[in-house]
């Protein structure tokens, strides 16, 4: 008894420090330059590690379409052309988010789900006898933005109870890793949508930091003032080269102003 004990001790030790070690590479991918697509990728091979993830779902709840998008699909039967409308409660991703709570179904609890109506057949895709389905909310602090799930079509005792704490565990630093990346993603496309109207402007512009040394121009500038951007970057708009020397109170009190407000010139 004292040689199986320690045994067990070693064992779920051993487990601990691989989910541990989960938690670090998936936060250390979140923090480098990856795409989501990467991201996923990442997410499923480490999650591999401790849990098996032959049939692997990632889905998210996107409010602005009313929709959840199955945004990485690792699937033996199925393909991930499956989108469903939010708020029916017909699939069991779409019940994981209603409800938000983890749920563990063989076929047989899938069928009492579909009598009771809260499933619907024609939305779950292939269902084979010994399927067993493993799902958790994906949670940013309190808010649903998604579900995680796997699942087996041939091994319907695959997964237990332990199996739901260990991907319930680490489906807070899945959902924070995705919610990192997708701003980040937003802010990119931010950034590029920035950088396409500045430069296609049709007036001359510069971008300034708070000290009003320039940091970039479009090309309209270069027309206007014949300056490009290794002649011009890291100078000062109060040097005079922009503006006659007369003018320059003048235009340190609108760069003032405009640090704070918007600027209409007369």
């Known amino acids: 008894a004292g040689v199986e004990g320690i045994f067990l001790d070693i064992t779920e030790r051993k487990q601990n420090e691989k989910l541990q070690q989960v938690l670090y590479n998936i936060s250390k991918a979140a923090n480098s330059l990856i795409t989501l697509d990467q991201l996923y990728k990442i997410i499923h091979e480490e999650l591999g590690n401790i849990i098996n993830t032959t049939n692997f779902h990632i889905a998210l709840l996107n409010k602005e379409e009313n929709?959840?998008?199955?945004?990485?699909?690792?699937?033996?039967?199925?393909?991930?052309?499956?989108?469903?409308?939010?708020?029916?409660?017909?699939?069991?991703?779409?019940?994981?988010?209603?409800?938000?709570?983890?749920?563990?179904?063989?076929?047989?609890?899938?069928?009492?789900?579909?009598?009771?109506?809260?499933?619907?057949?024609?939305?779950?895709?292939?269902?084979?006898?010994?399927?067993?389905?493993?799902?958790?909310?994906?949670?940013?602090?309190?808010?649903?933005?998604?579900?995680?799930?796997?699942?087996?079509?041939?091994?319907?005792?695959?997964?237990?109870?332990?199996?739901?704490?260990?991907i319930e565990f680490v489906s807070g630093q899945v959902a924070s890793a995705i919610d990192r990346v997708q701003k980040e993603e937003a802010l990119q496309k931010s950034n590029q949508e920035f950088v396409s109207l500045f430069n296609s402007c049709p007036e001359a512009l510069l971008y300034t930091d708070k000290k009003s040394d320039i940091l970039y121009i479009n090309p309209r500038f270069t027309e206007v003032f014949g300056y490009t951007l290794d002649e011009i970057i890291g100078k000062n708009t109060d040097e005079g080269m922009i503006y006659p020397k007369e003018n320059i109170d003048e235009e340190k009190y609108y760069t003032k102003k405009s640090l704070n407000n918007f600027v209409e010139y007369e």
């Open 67 to 166: 929709r959840i998008h199955y945004d990485y699909f690792f699937d033996e039967k199925d393909n991930s052309s499956i989108t469903l409308e939010c708020d029916n409660v017909g699939s069991l991703s779409a019940h994981v988010i209603k409800t938000g709570q983890p749920l563990l179904v063989n076929r047989k609890q899938i069928n009492k789900m579909i009598e009771r109506g809260e499933l619907i057949l024609s939305h779950l895709g292939t269902l084979t006898e010994e399927i067993l389905w493993l799902g958790v909310p994906l949670k940013i602090e309190c808010e649903v933005i998604g579900t995680m799930a796997v699942l087996s079509y041939t091994n319907s005792e695959l997964y237990s109870e332990k199996d739901i704490k260990i």
